[in-house]
């Protein structure tokens, strides 16, 4: 508080009457004040009373300042958090856009992989090691002065009694003489000494000289083995990638698999996505099967808009309803689905994919159960032609999906299974697919060899053996080589049981959309409710195309291993050894 008093001033007038005077200041209200009286007791009391008041007068302002500096900080506070809420509403509605956006996202992306990007052009960083500063030679002390036997001091000093006593005369020459030598031979030793630590502090120099050199020689060696090992490396990797290139660009099978992994991981989805995905390409058909694991619902964002609540002080949130949360999330799925499919076509300028199966599975918790469950909800075959004939920049994603023939509940939130259009099954190292594998197992049956009427006789029993256990009845018929029916199945379940047949084909070749045609053909003369084509090779696009909407089931090679292996039976299917044998026979 800047409250000042000055000290009592007393004067007499010329009356002889006694004034009494005092000044006081409060600085922080600037104000001033001079008390006088005759009395010396009231004008210290009025001093009193004025700087009581003066001091009300401050606490006032000082309770006024801080009830405005208390506003301020509200308001500040107030500012600040309404600040927050509009950050974080305008956050969320971005993010609810992205979703709505996924799609559009990657059609102003170049998806094509950049071979020069991949590279490490990079140069080596750390910075060659800095000699050390040398020390600086020593300083060798100087040697003494040498006496000489000229100098005045061992000159003897001879008196006319010495010159006339000869015995004097030679006594003083001789102890002349025997004191130079005497601080010769004392000169001798003081320099060999200097010359003796003259010669240790070089050695010491040198010495230090050799290993600071040899420290420096050592780092820089080591250095230049991390550069060299740096720049190996670097050309290694690099080499690797042209190397990939080249089998890319031959269209490998698996650089094509690689090749389309980089593309789908360059894709850039949102943080809170972590897309997964599997593939495998089938030279024989150009088919590529994507198993993509979606996201679950519930990792979707739901935030829409926050408010700041003044009365409480708190931030409220606001969050999408269910219904929008539903719709956004089967956006979302379709929209991925499309969306892959792009990056794959517009990335694989060899076009060795001719067509793309995608099937989105999604891992969730099931509420009844209380466990994981991980389901197929979508599932599309895309050929290369009719999908990059879509204009996917104007389409509804679900209508699109759709007009593919696309397979998935119409409520994809639901996360309700269906059977994927084709599966992956890359767990069976016996399949040989074409001339590029050897055989990797010792079962001696190739299925692809064996005689037809021998082959046909195996799927009966197989799939005998298959329905039966279910309490079907299964009738084959008459082996014969004109691709009629194979074997019937009988199935009494009043839900999804009713006539199958069935038709088997040993081919070595891709099975193409007439022998689906006819199978479908055979399924609707029968009057049967379904139809299973089994090949000891593969499909082609049009083929899965064909059998996609219609109740076909289409078993490649790689299927009947498993189901032969299920029922505990062993064999292999190599084609190219095929080829080669039923050349001969």
């Not at 000289?209 to 290694?236: C, P």
């Not at 029916?485 to 379940?493: E, K, L, Q, S, T």
Request: hydrophobic share 35%.
């Amino acid at each position: 508080m800047g409250i000042q008093i000055g000290d009592i001033d007393i004067t007499r007038n010329a009356r002889g009457v006694i004034t009494y005077r005092i000044e006081l200041w409060h600085r922080d209200l600037n104000k001033h004040r001079v008390i006088r009286g005759n009395d010396r007791d009231i004008v210290a009391r009025k001093a009193d009373l004025q700087i009581e008041e003066w001091k009300k007068r401050w606490a006032a302002v000082e309770e006024r300042e801080a009830r405005k500096r208390e506003q301020e900080k509200r308001k500040s506070h107030v500012e600040a958090q309404k600040d927050i809420a509009a950050s974080r509403s305008a956050q969320a509605a971005a993010e609810l856009e992205n979703i709505e956006r996924i799609l559009e996202h990657t059609l102003s992306v170049n998806d094509v992989v950049d071979w020069e990007g991949l590279k490490d052009h990079s140069s080596f960083s750390v910075p060659a090691p800095v000699p050390q500063e040398r020390p600086e030679p020593p300083s060798i002390p100087p040697l003494p002065r040498k006496p000489l036997p000229s100098d005045e001091i061992y000159q003897p000093q001879l008196s006319i009694f010495d010159k006339l006593i000869r015995s004097r005369g030679e006594r003083k020459v001789d102890q002349a003489v025997e004191r130079y030598q005497q601080e010769l031979s004392a000169w001798e030793s003081e320099a060999e000494s200097v010359r003796s630590e003259g010669a240790r502090l070089m050695r010491v120099y040198e010495g230090t000289i050799a290993r600071i050199k040899k420290e420096d020689a050592e780092a820089l060696k080591r250095w230049e083995t991390k550069k060299n090992d740096f720049v190996a490396q670097q050309h290694s990797s690099n080499a690797a990638i042209d190397e990939q290139k080249k089998l890319y660009e031959a269209i490998d099978p698996d650089a094509i698999v690689s090749y389309s992994d980089i593309v789908l991981s360059h894709s850039k989805y949102p943080e809170w996505m972590s897309p997964e995905w599997e593939l495998e390409f089938h030279p024989m058909t150009g088919l590529l099967i994507v198993e993509y694991n979606l996201p679950d619902i519930e990792s979707l964002p739901t935030l829409s808009d926050v408010r700041y609540v003044i009365s409480r002080d708190e931030l409220v949130e606001k969050h999408i309803a269910a219904s929008r949360l539903n719709s956004l999330y089967d956006s979302l799925v379709y929209q991925i689905a499309l969306r892959t499919i792009h990056e794959l076509y517009e990335a694989d300028v060899v076009e060795s994919l001719k067509a793309i199966v995608f099937n989105g599975w999604v891992t969730s918790l099931d509420r009844s159960s209380g466990h994981e469950t991980t389901a197929c909800i979508l599932s599309f075959q895309a050929e290369r032609n009719e999908f990059l004939s879509i204009n996917l920049a104007n389409v509804d994603p679900k209508a699109c999906f759709k007009s593919l023939k696309g397979v998935g509940s119409s409520k994809l939130h639901s996360l309700t299974p269906v059977a994927p259009i084709v599966q992956m099954q890359r767990d069976d190292s016996r399949f040989v697919a074409g001339r590029d594998v050897a055989a990797t197992m010792n079962d001696s049956t190739n299925l692809a060899a064996m005689h037809w009427e021998d082959f046909e006789h195996l799927i009966r029993e197989l799939f005998e053996q298959e329905f039966a256990s279910g309490g079907s009845e299964v009738r084959v018929t008459q082996a014969s080589r004109d691709g009629g029916v194979d074997a019937i199945v009988f199935d009494p379940d009043p839900i999804r049981g009713g006539k199958i047949v069935i038709q088997a084909k040993r081919y070595t070749n891709t099975v193409g959309v007439s022998a689906v045609r006819d199978l479908y053909g055979t399924v609707v003369n029968e009057g049967a409710n379904r139809g299973i084509l089994v090949t000891t090779s593969d499909y082609g696009p049009d083929a899965y195309a064909f059998a996609k909407d219609k109740p076909i089931s289409l078993l490649s090679g790689a299927n009947l291993l498993h189901l032969l292996e299920k029922h505990g039976q062993r064999a292999k299917i190599d084609i190219a050894e095929a080829r080669e044998q039923l050349r001969y026979d």
